[in-house]
T-cell receptor, first 116, second 117 residues
Framework: IAGITQAPTSQILAAGRRMTLRCTQD?????MYWYRQDLGLGLRLIHY???????GKGEVPDGYSVSRANTDDFPLTLASAVPSQTSVYFC???????????????FGEGSRLTVL | GNSVTQMEGPVTLSEEAFLTINCTYT??????LFWYVQYPGEGLQLLLK?????DKGSNKGFEATYRKETTSFHLEKGSVQVSDSAVYFC????????????????FGRGTQLTVWP
């Protein structure tokens, strides 16, 4: 089934450790995103990528980095995890930005991260 | 700037009740408006959308009308079911800035809906 695959689905991590959340899509979408979802705050954009080879910062980029070496993969890295990064992380993708389907995002099932 | 404000939850209804979840927005220009739904343990999925004023988006019995004069996009359903229990997010998408190819999606904080049999 086409879509977005995230891994791991859940992880408990000690503060200070490095962690990479993986995201792969098979829809050949140009744009990809990472959001974090926190109770009472909704979804907040961490980083995005318009196309392979480019990335940009969202609302809450501090403490996170991303790369986009190819169209399909968009990993999110926490270089040194802190407890405030405990959250549910969603990867998403969309078709060409600015086209008629702008705003129609396809989401993965999320990665629940707990930093102790 | 762009922002979305939606009705605080949680909303609890009996099956077959009428549902309204309010959503208002602030935007520069003419955004597209969306409702996304998140079922328990899943990611968000698009429920419906409207791309210009007076458009009505509809899907699975849900409707929302893009009201430019009141800057609103309220979600309605005439008769809810237990299976509609989920978190609902209102969102807007602005057009890409000149020189940028990113049309950002701005989400409201979500409204939890629980429907009892």
């Amino acid at each position: 089934i086409a879509g977005i695959t995230q891994a791991p689905t859940s992880q408990i991590l000690a503060a200070g450790r490095r962690m990479t959340l993986r995201c792969t899509q098979d829809m050949r979408h140009n744009a990809m995103y990472w959001y974090r979802q926190d109770l009472g705050l909704g979804l907040r954009l961490i980083h995005y990528s318009n196309t392979a080879g480019t990335t940009g910062k969202g609302e809450v980029p501090d403490g996170y980095s991303v790369s986009r070496a190819n169209t399909d993969d968009f990993p999110l890295t926490l270089a040194s995890a802190v407890p405030s990064q405990t959250s549910v992380y969603f990867c998403a993708s969309s078709e060409i930005i600015g086209g008629p389907n702008t705003g129609e995002l396809f989401f993965g099932e999320g990665s629940r991260l707990t930093v102790l | 700037g762009n922002s979305v404000t939606q009705m605080e939850g949680p909303v609890t209804l009996s099956e077959e009740a009428f549902l309204t979840i309010n959503c208002t927005y602030t935007a520069t220009g003419y955004p597209s408006l969306f409702w996304y739904v998140q079922y328990p343990g899943e990611g968000l999925q698009l429920l419906l959308k409207a791309t210009k004023a007076d458009d009505k988006g509809s899907n699975k019995g849900f409707e929302a009308t893009y009201r430019k004069e009141t800057t609103s996009f309220h979600l309605e359903k005439g008769s809810v079911q237990v299976s509609d229990s989920a978190v609902y997010f209102c969102a807007l998408s602005d057009l890409p800035d000149r020189g940028s190819t990113l049309g950002r999606l701005y989400f409201g904080r979500g409204t939890q809906l629980t429907v009892w049999p």
